[in-house]
């Protein structure tokens, strides 16, 4: 197990967390980016399997939240406002007439608190931010930590916790874009994805939740045993279509059991494993991605990686029935992900 860290653009930090097989993660102190996650495919050729920009300095932007935590509430707030403890909550516009991921002074757009540690099995970085009562005018001064831990079992875990001193709206997350054929080789149309979700939230023409579940029964939706992402991507269904072609949807997992979405890639034989104490996850296949952004291993083009975005559901905020995203002053806001990486033959 090794760490190292080196300053780099804008005095930010890139820390390398490596297991005793060769796997590692890049992060940044600046966003909590994860900018690059380097596993084995079949043949033990070990390569990137996360979208990230070849030149740091596009991070200061970074209109794609590429690796990021997105919050305070990762996701779309609709008509950027919500009632809590009977008063309304204005928040920024910065998507059309909505709020999106915690808006431009989000947890994607701040510099952590970063220290490392390290065990025998385990080595990680622990970021900590406190975002101030109004930002972006979320009510609630918010004590926010996620850490990272790379295991040598090949598993990236994200922890996340979060207090506030006045009632308010958090949902935490990691945006990173996945594509497991390897440095960017293929699109992901070919992605295998199986998920344990039996309905997903119904959007309109704007993306917003309509405040309607759907049985996956019988749709483009139904991954509970397996299917390729391009037979969404390539639909003529409606919801489909309102996405762009492609996914941009909340999953809601099976009660009762830990969420769980397992990603085969037949190619290069890397299958990953998400886990969560999270009830749901927006699943976004980059359907539109710009083709002009300058990665890593080349340009950025649609469908190039598809984001798991494990979280509680924005649309709790002006519907009933959906996992919730208020967190009181005497609550601690505790979620967990794992990213478990290994191959098949």
């Known amino acids: 197990m090794n760490i190292t860290a080196q300053n780099t653009v804008n005095d930010w930090k890139v820390f390398k967390l490596t297991n005793d097989h060769g796997m590692s993660v890049k992060i940044l102190n600046f966003g909590g980016i994860i900018t690059e996650i380097n596993v084995p495919d079949r043949h033990n050729n070990i390569e990137n ?3 990230g ?3 740091y300095t596009n991070y200061e932007q970074n209109p794609t939240y590429f690796g990021a935590i997105a919050g305070r509430v990762a ?4 008509g950027a406002s919500f009632s809590i403890d009977g008063e309304t909550v204005n928040l920024e516009a910065n ?3 909505n709020h999106l991921h915690g808006g431009s002074e989000g ?6 608190k970063a220290s490392n540690f390290q065990t025998v099995d385990e080595v990680g970085v622990k970021l900590i931010h406190t975002q101030a009562d109004g930002i972006d005018k979320y009510p609630g001064t918010l004590d926010v930590a996620v850490t990272y831990t790379l295991t040598n079992d090949n598993e990236l875990i994200v922890d996340y916790s979060a207090t506030t001193d006045k009632a ?5 997350t990691n945006h990173s874009y996945f594509n497991l054929s390897g ?3 293929n699109t992901i149309h070919n992605h295998q994805v199986t998920m344990n979700a039996d309905a997903f939230v119904e959007l309109d023409e704007a993306l917003i939740p309509t405040g309607q579940k759907r049985d996956v029964t019988n749709t483009t939706f139904d991954f509970r045993n397996g299917k390729k992402l391009e037979e969404g991507i390539l639909s003529t269904a409606p919801q489909n279509l309102i996405a762009d072609h492609g996914y941009d949807h909340y999953f809601i997992f099976t009660p009762n059991e830990k969420g769980k979405i397992v990603v085969n890639d037949p190619d290069s034989g890397r299958v990953m494993i998400v886990s969560t104490t999270q009830e749901g996850t927006v699943m976004y296949t980059a359907n539109t991605l710009s083709d002009a952004l300058p990665l890593l291993e080349g340009n950025s083009k649609p469908y190039l990686g598809v984001c798991f975005e494990t979280q509680g559901a924005p649309a709790s905020l002006h519907h009933e029935g959906f996992p919730t995203v208020r ?5 601690t806001y505790e979620k967990q992900t794992v990213f478990s990486f290994g191959t098949e033959s």
Do not use: C, F, S
Not at 327 to 331: F, I, V, W
């Open 107 to 112: 947890l994607h757009q701040v510099i952590w």
């Open 49 to 51: 399997v996360v979208l």
């Open 53 to 55: 920009y070849k030149d």
């Open 75 to 78: 996701g779309r707030i609709e």
């Open 168 to 172: 308010t709206a958090v949902a935490l």
């Open 95 to 97: 998507d059309g007439p």
């Open 183 to 185: 440095n960017l080789r």
């Open 327 to 331: 967190l009181t002053a005497d609550e």
